[in-house]
Nanobody, 128 residues
Framework: QVQLVESGGGLVQAGDSLRLSCAASARTFSNLAMGWFRQGPGKEREFVARISRGIGITNYADSVKGRFTISRDNAKNTVYLQMNSLKPEDTALYYC?????????????????????WGQGTQVTVSS
């Protein structure tokens, strides 16, 4: 069983930055691929970023490339999402997710069903 707790959300203005954190309770955290998803008002939950186990290969949604950076600290059992140049369209509830299988195919990492464990989310609101 893996427990995930997100933090770091808040209300910011367009152009500002935030760093989200996801703390994991898992004995095998280093073996988990970790992802961030978000769900805005009236929208489906969508993929944001993923970092693999091992060497830490990353994947990003096109909408956040160049602005967001995912990273992990295995010693702290924590994954981060650094969000820069925030836009109003980034407003959403951001979820941390864990993938214990860690296949990492680009066609699969964007789907919620690839991930077995989820946090409860942290709200990010960006005003114009």
């Amino acid at each position: 069983q893996v427990q995930l707790v997100e933090s770091g959300g808040g209300l910011v203005q367009a152009g500002d930055s935030l760093r989200l954190s996801c703390a994991a309770s898992a004995r095998t955290f280093s073996n988990l691929a970790m992802g961030w998803f978000r769900q805005g008002p009236g929208k489906e939950r969508e993929f944001v970023a993923r970092i693999s186990r091992g060497i830490g290969i990353t994947n990003y949604a096109d909408s956040v490339k160049g602005r967001f950076t995912i990273s992990r600290d295995n010693a702290k059992n924590t994954v981060y999402l650094q969000m820069n140049s925030l836009k109003p369209e980034d407003t959403a509830l951001y979820y941390c997710a864990a993938d214990r299988d860690s296949i990492g195919l680009p066609s699969l990492v964007v789907h919620t069903t690839t991930y077995e464990y989820w946090g409860q989310g942290t709200q990010v609101t960006v005003s114009s």
